[in-house]
Every structure is written in C-alpha cells, then in structure tokens.
C-alpha cells in the first residue's frame, strides 16, 4: 500500500498518550479517563505513533484517512481556555480573552 495522504495529530495534556498495535490496525489512546480508548482502523488507513503524543493517520483514500482523524480528535477535542486534547498539527486554537475581574470579554473563533 503506497501511502498518498497524511493527517497528523498532537496530543496535548497531562498523562494523554497514544499507541498503535498490530502493524497499524488498533489505537489505544490513554486520554485521562479510567479506561483507554481503543479504536479500529479502517481497512484502507494505517496509523503510526512516532512518539506517544504524534499520531500520523496515512491511507490512500483520502476521505478514509481525514474521517478517521476526526474520529480520533472526537475522542478529546481541545478545549479552547488550557489547549488540551487531540489537535490536528496545523491547527490553530484561538483563545478566549478574560478580564482582570474575571468576566469574559470575548471570544474568539
């Protein structure tokens, strides 16, 4: 299988780690809760963890792999106030702005 397309994604946080297992057919991601999250690889994606927080979802399909990187950044989406969670690696997250008082002044998006 020639891999054509990519997605990466970071995991940010505290603990959070990734792993892939048998030859790229299982994901185990270890995301804070009591138990670790494992997800099935479709037929048409690989995934490889080059360090515990940088998964790398490769494929020849592209709507395959990018479906499957969303499915992955669903598990633990960034929160936008401390930026932890699965982020893809060109993502930008923009914060929110918070008074000295501690009101919300704004949000951007």
């Known amino acids: 299988m020639e891999a054509q397309f990519f997605r990466f994604l970071k995991i940010v946080g505290v603990g959070f780690k990734a792993r892939a297992e048998s030859e790229g057919r299982l994901l185990f991601l270890k995301l804070g809760y009591?138990?670790?999250?494992?997800?099935?690889?479709?037929?048409?994606?690989?995934?490889?963890?080059?360090?515990?927080?940088?998964?790398?979802?490769?494929?020849?399909?592209?709507?395959?792999?990018?479906?499957?990187?969303?499915?992955?950044?669903?598990?633990?989406?960034?929160?936008?106030?401390?930026?932890?969670?699965i982020m893809y690696v060109d993502e930008c997250l923009t914060g929110v702005e918070v008074a000295d008082s501690g009101h919300l002044i704004c949000v951007l998006r």
Do not use: M
Not at 69 to 74: D, K, M, N, P
């Open 34 to 85: 009591s138990h670790e999250v494992e997800l099935a690889v479709p037929p048409a994606v690989r995934v490889f963890c080059f360090k515990p927080n940088v998964i790398c979802c490769t494929g020849i399909d592209k709507q395959r792999v990018h479906q499957f990187a969303a499915a992955v950044r669903s598990c633990k989406p960034p929160e936008v106030y401390k930026g932890k969670g």
